[in-house]
């Protein structure tokens, strides 16, 4: 009977963080879902708090949790994220996050190329300038691109980036 305590002990422990982690990440992914705004900077605001819509006081099980969050800004220029998208979409992308302004791609051929890339791609500031764009290509063995072409795929970028932005002026 001694031996069945301890085990006793572990098995709710371990239901417990089970239990814990399963509705930490309902809420997280609830809280991503909830949509994004962009305020006057083209900054991309997500909301910071993430409430049920049916729960009458507006509170959450996570409230006891933590501190009170308010908008978190992101600083991201979302006309160089969306035109670096648009631009290296022959690459499949395998991770993005909005939160740092990373883009990261895997091995793809450009249209009419033999060349296989992938692409790291790093918006650093919410102004559409050149200094908010970070781009390092890589070819299939290891090499990097040269700088002729890095600085193509960057002006490709930033023109692309330019052309958005006019476009939602126009709107």
Excluded at 66 to 80: H, L, T, W
Excluded at 147 to 164: C, G, K
Aim: aromatic share 8%; with cysteine; charged share 20%.
């Amino acid at each position: 009977m001694n031996g069945s305590v301890p085990e006793m002990r572990r098995f709710t422990t371990f239901v417990l963080i089970a239990a814990v982690s399963l509705f930490s990440a309902c809420g997280t992914l609830r809280s991503l879902n909830t949509g994004t705004q962009v305020d006057e900077d083209n900054t991309i605001v997500l909301p910071g708090d993430a409430r049920e819509a049916n729960n009458s006081d507006g509170t959450t099980i996570w409230d006891a949790f933590g501190p009170q969050y308010n908008e978190q800004k992101v600083q991201v220029n979302r006309y160089i994220w969306a035109a670096s998208l648009d631009v290296l979409n022959f690459l499949p992308v395998q991770s993005v996050d909005p939160f740092t302004g990373v883009i990261l791609t895997g091995y793809g051929t450009p249209p009419g190329g033999n060349q296989s890339y992938r692409a790291t791609v790093h918006v650093r500031d919410p102004a559409l300038e050149a200094r908010s764009l970070s781009l390092a290509l890589q070819t299939r063995n290891g090499r990097s691109v040269s700088p002729e072409t890095l600085r193509a795929v960057e002006d490709a970028i930033l023109s692309r980036a330019r052309q958005m932005r006019i476009a939602d002026k126009k709107l």
